[in-house]
Each structure stands twice: as structure tokens, then as C-alpha cells.
């Protein structure tokens, strides 16, 4: 009873604290006792809610252990499976390069075979800098005698052609000045004979109708029929006039045509000539380059094979050295040993002065070798400054091609312009040569048209000569423009005859450039080869150490994982099971604690229904 009553004081005390008192109404009781256990429920759903998130992160951290682990042992398979691939490529390796070595031994053969059927022992034998210097001094001295025989052609086919070209032209403007001194003539005639007719045609009819008073009528009839058949030859003659001034304008600008197409054809042979000269030139300077080029190529590859092969040797003869110095070495140690040994044992003077004059001798020995050894390191030197040297001109004469390869892309840049435009030419001198005919055709109608004129007026027998005279003059202007369109037909035969062997000559030109193209791309692509092999060498060396050394830091970190993975282990059961003891007694405390509640509640209810 006492346990009950101090019970119920601390209730009714808590109920104090919280707003409650014993007079208080039963419903403030319930709604008390009810948010009560709203609370305790919304602590039961946190804690089994924070049990669920820890229940979780201790999964997830079970599975980053294992990936971990399945990662380490991933990683451990990717090491030995790029182990074995680099020994693979090293065997590969080793066989490419003996598969090289035989091919530049067999290619340095053949090219010492070439060069004693040629004759040329001495350049054989000699460095490839002398080669090189013996060849530019060949290239120069034909560059010059080339240069002085293409001047002297140019000088004489200049003069030649400046001399048949005047002569052209002179007789062309004589023709021309004749032909337009004859119009001139012809036109002054005809309007000569114009103005005297209608003069005396005006003159008749007056005399005839102030003198004679009989015949007016007939006269008057008379006078009609003539003023018609004077404004018939009028217009007649206008019309001729007309058409004359025409065909003097069109011959006009056919000579100024003509002219203009001389001045085409003169500009184009002179393009031509020098396409051709250019063309030559290019030709010769690519042969000459594919000679230096196959003779430095040649000449490299070989001092470069005498060059490795020297080195492999010094390297061989070198660590033989070293091993001979290392035992003379070890001996000297040992005989100065034995030698105070025996000094102190003996007292005999017999046995130290062999003893030292043993020391003596190995003292000797030792430093021959060390000479012997930097000779051979300073000659070492040597080869590499000869093949840094030989490297150096390689790039040089890579550049040199490079060089000429722009060169040949310009030019060929250039006479693709060049034909462009001469085939605008062409086609432009085609369609003059059309409008050309046409006016022919044109002069030849209008020439029909006066023959027909000079037919109808035979009656007029001072019109009949200037008519003849201008007919025979368009005759001949209409020979001397078809002997010009057949000279300008046969010019544009030539021109395209000469354009295809151009082309022809461009295109094996490009063919022989691709071809040179061609071998110095596997030139180099050999050289490259090589140098690449010995990269990968030096570098599968580093590799292999590397290899070796992240092969001992990686077992180090697997002892260290797996030394962790095992700490973690322990500490995730531990943590397991503290986190389980917790909320074990969580668990109890709050069942306890709702049991206690509950019991509360019964006595409040049962406090309450008593009063």
C-alpha cells in the first residue's frame, strides 16, 4: 500500500508539472494519457526506423568489402595477364629485330654489289658527309653548265622568234593600210560620181523645160520616170553605202580581232616555252634528288649498321673489361692478405719482394684496364656524336624533300592554272573563229546582194569600175581572213597537240614523284623502324624494372588490404554485435517502459472512475 500511495504522489506530481490536476475533468485525463502514447509510439517507429538504416549501412559495408576484395583480385589477374603479354612482345620483338638485322645486312650487300658494278669503290668506302658534298659538287657543276645552255636557247629561240613575228606584223598592217587606202579611194569615187549625176540630173530637166516649150508634157513624163529611176539608184547606192561602211567597220574589227589573237598566240607560246623550260627543270632536279637521296639513304643505313655493330662490340668488350677488373681486383685483395700474413709469419726477405713486385704487377694491370676502358668509352663518344651527326643530315634531307615536295605542289598548282586558262583561251578563240565565219558568210552574201545590184544597174557605166574595184577588194580581204582563220586553225591544233604532251609529261612527272614519294616514305618508314625497336627495347627494360617494382608494391598492398579487410571484419562483428546489445536493452527499456505506462494508465483510470 505505501509502494501504491507513493505512486500515485508522483503521478499526481508529474500531472502538476505537466498542467494536470486532481480536480481536473476525466477528459483532460484521457487526452493526456492519449498524446502519452502517441509518443511512445512515434519513439518505437524512430528506433526500429534507425534500426532498418543501420541494419542497411552494415549491408552496404559488407558489399564494399567485397567489391574490394573482387577488385584486388581483378587487379591481381590484370598483372599477370599483362605480364605475360609483355614477355610475349618482347619475344616478338626480339624476332622483328633479327628479322631487321638480317634485312639491313642483305641490303647492305646489295648495295656494296651496286656500287662496285658502277665504279664507285672510292664513294663506297668513304664517309656518307663526303658522299653528300661529292654529289652537291656534281649537282652544281651540272646546274650551271644547264643554266648556260638554256640561256643561249632562250637567247636564240627570242631572237627568231622576234624577227618572224615582226616580219608577220609588218605585212599584216601593209595588207591592212592597203586595204583600207583602197575603201577609202572606192568610197570618195562613188560619192564623186554620186554628186555629179544628181547635178546633172538636176541641171537637164531645167534646161529641157526653159528651152524647149513644145515637148512639156512629154517631158514632164519624162522628167517623172527619171526622178524615179533617180531615187531608186539613191536608195540603191545608199544601201550600198551602207553595207560598204559595214563591211569596212567588220574588217575594222576583225583586224583588231586578228591583232588581239596574234598578241594570245605570242603570250601563249611564250607561257608554253616556259612551262616547258619549268617542266625540264623539275624533271631534272627530281632525278638528281633521287640520286643524292637513295646514295644518303644508302650511305646512312650502312654507317649506322657499322655503327651498332661497333657499339655492340665496345658494349661486349667493355663488360668483358669490367669483369677482368673486378677479378684482378678481388685477386689483388687476396694477394695483399696473403702477403701480410706471410709477413708477419716469416722473416724471410725472399718472400716479400715477390709478394710485392705480384702487388706491382696487378697495380700495372689495373690501370692498363682502366685506360683501356675510357679509350673505349671516349670512342664511344665518338660513335654517338657520328650518329647524332648522321641523324642531323637524315632530318636534313627529310626537310630538303619536304621542301621540294611544296615546290612540286606549287608549280603543279601553277600549270593547272595555266591549262585552265589556256583552255578558256581556246574556247574563246573558238567562238571568234565562229563569229569569224559568220561574218564571212555574212561579206559573201552581201557581196551576192551588189553582184546583183551591178547586174541591174550595167546601164550606169561609170558605177561599173568602182564596183568591180570594191568587189575584187572584198574578195580579196574575204582570201586573206579565211587564210588567217586556217593559220589561226592550224595555231589552235598545235596549241592542243602541245597541251596534251604537256599534260602527258606532267602526268609522268607525277608518276615519277610519287613513286620517289613512295621509296623515301619506306626509307623512312625503315628507319623509323629501327628506331623505334631500339625505343622499345630501352623501353621494355624500364618496363620490366618498373614492372618488377609495382609487382612488390602491389603484394605489399594486397598483405596490407587483406590485413585491413581482416581489421574491418572484426570491427563490423563487433560493431554488429554492440549495435545488437543496444538495441536489445533499447528494446527492453521501452517495453518497460510502455508496461509501466500502461500500468499508469490503469491506475489513473481506475483513480479517476473512483472519483
Known amino acids: 500500500m505505501d509502494q501504491n500511495s507513493l505512486q500515485l504522489e508522483e503521478i499526481i506530481k508529474k500531472l502538476k508539472e505537466d498542467g494536470l490536476y486532481p480536480g481536473s475533468p476525466g477528459e483532460d485525463h484521457l487526452t493526456f494519457l492519449w498524446k502519452l502514447y502517441q509518443g511512445s509510439q512515434t519513439k518505437l517507429q524512430e528506433v526500429t526506423s534507425s534500426l532498418t538504416e543501420v541494419r542497411q549501412q552494415q549491408a552496404e559495408e559488407m558489399k564494399e568489402v567485397e567489391n574490394y576484395v573482387a577488385h584486388i583480385r581483378s587487379l591481381t589477374e590484370e598483372r599477370e595477364a599483362l605480364t605475360t603479354d609483355f614477355e610475349k612482345e618482347n619475344i616478338q620483338l626480339r624476332i622483328e629485330l633479327e628479322k631487321l638485322q638480317v634485312q639491313q645486312d642483305s641490303q647492305l650487300k646489295e648495295v656494296e654489289e651496286m656500287l662496285d658494278q658502277e665504279g664507285l669503290n672510292e664513294i663506297a668506302q668513304s664517309s656518307p658527309s663526303e658522299q653528300i658534298a661529292y654529289l652537291l659538287v656534281e649537282r652544281a657543276t651540272l646546274l650551271e653548265k644547264l643554266e648556260l645552255l638554256e640561256h643561249k636557247l632562250d637567247a636564240h629561240l627570242q631572237s627568231l622568234s622576234e624577227v618572224k613575228r615582226q616580219d608577220e606584223l609588218e605585212q599584216i598592217h601593209q595588207t591592212l593600210e592597203e586595204e583600207l587606202h583602197q575603201q577609202r579611194e572606192s568610197m570618195k569615187r562613188t560619192k564623186e560620181s554620186l554628186n555629179k549625176e544628181q547635178i546633172s540630173s538636176i541641171q ?9 516649150h513644145k515637148n512639156v508634157d512629154r517631158l514632164s513624163a519624162d522628167n517623172s520616170s527619171y526622178d524615179e529611176e533617180l531615187d531608186k539608184e539613191k536608195r540603191i547606192r545608199e544601201c550600198v553605202e551602207r553595207d560598204l561602211d559595214e563591211a569596212a567597220r567588220r574588217l575594222q574589227m576583225s583586224h583588231e580581232e586578228i591583232r588581239r589573237l596574234t598578241d594570245d598566240l605570242l603570250i601563249k607560246d611564250k607561257v608554253i616555252s616556259e612551262l616547258e623550260q619549268s617542266l625540264q627543270k623539275t624533271q631534272q632536279e627530281t632525278e638528281k634528288l633521287k640520286d643524292t637521296l637513295l646514295a644518303a639513304q644508302e650511305n646512312d643505313s650502312q654507317e649506322l649498321q657499322k655503327a651498332k655493330e661497333y657499339s655492340s662490340r665496345l658494349d661486349k668488350e667493355i663488360l668483358a673489361l669490367r669483369n677482368r677488373v673486378k677479378s684482378l681486383d678481388s685477386e689483388r685483395k687476396k694477394l695483399a692478405e696473403q702477403s701480410e700474413k706471410s709477413a708477419s709469419e716469416s722473416l724471410a726477405c725472399s718472400s716479400p719482394k715477390q709478394n710485392t713486385s705480384s702487388l706491382h704487377d696487378n697495380e700495372t694491370l689495373h690501370k692498363s684496364c682502366q685506360l683501356t676502358i675510357e679509350e673505349r668509352e671516349s670512342l664511344n663518344k665518338q660513335l654517338l656524336h657520328k650518329l647524332q651527326k648522321l641523324q642531323r643530315e637524315h632530318d636534313e634531307t627529310v626537310e630538303r624533300n619536304e621542301e621540294l615536295e611544296s615546290i612540286l605542289g606549287e608549280t603543279q598548282n601553277q600549270t593547272k592554272e595555266k591549262m585552265e586558262f589556256f583552255e578558256g583561251q581556246t574556247a574563246g578563240l573558238q567562238k571568234m573563229i565562229k563569229n569569224l565565219e559568220a561574218e564571212l558568210l555574212n561579206l559573201r552574201e552581201g557581196k551576192d546582194d551588189m553582184l546583183g545590184t551591178g547586174r541591174t544597174n550595167r546601164a550606169d557605166p561609170t558605177e561599173m569600175p568602182d564596183l568591180q574595184q570594191i568587189l575584187s577588194s572584198n574578195e580579196e580581204k574575204i582570201k586573206l581572213l579565211e587564210r588567217q582563220l586556217n593559220k589561226e586553225k592550224q595555231e589552235q591544233q598545235r596549241l592542243s597537240s602541245q597541251l596534251v604532251s604537256t599534260q602527258k609529261a606532267m602526268q609522268a612527272v607525277k608518276e615519277e614523284m610519287q613513286t620517289s614519294t613512295v621509296k623515301m616514305k619506306e626509307l623512312q618508314g625503315d628507319l623509323r623502324c629501327l628506331k623505334r625497336a631500339e625505343q622499345e627495347r630501352n623501353f ?11 609487382n612488390r608494391a602491389q603484394d605489399m598492398k594486397i598483405s596490407e588490404l587483406a590485413e585491413e579487410c581482416k581489421r574491418l571484419q572484426t570491427l563490423t562483428t563487433d560493431r554488429i554485435s554492440q549495435t545488437g546489445n543496444l538495441f536489445a536493452a533499447e528494446e527492453k527499456q521501452l517495453q518497460g517502459t510502455i508496461s ?13 472512475i473512483s472519483a
Open 204 to 212: 537637164n530637166p531645167w534646161k529641157k523645160l526653159f528651152g524647149i
Open 540 to 550: 621494355l627494360r624500364v618496363a620490366n624494372d618498373e614492372l618488377e617494382r609495382v
Open 596 to 608: 509501466n505506462l500502461e500500468r499508469e494508465i490503469d491506475t489513473m483510470s481506475c483513480h479517476l
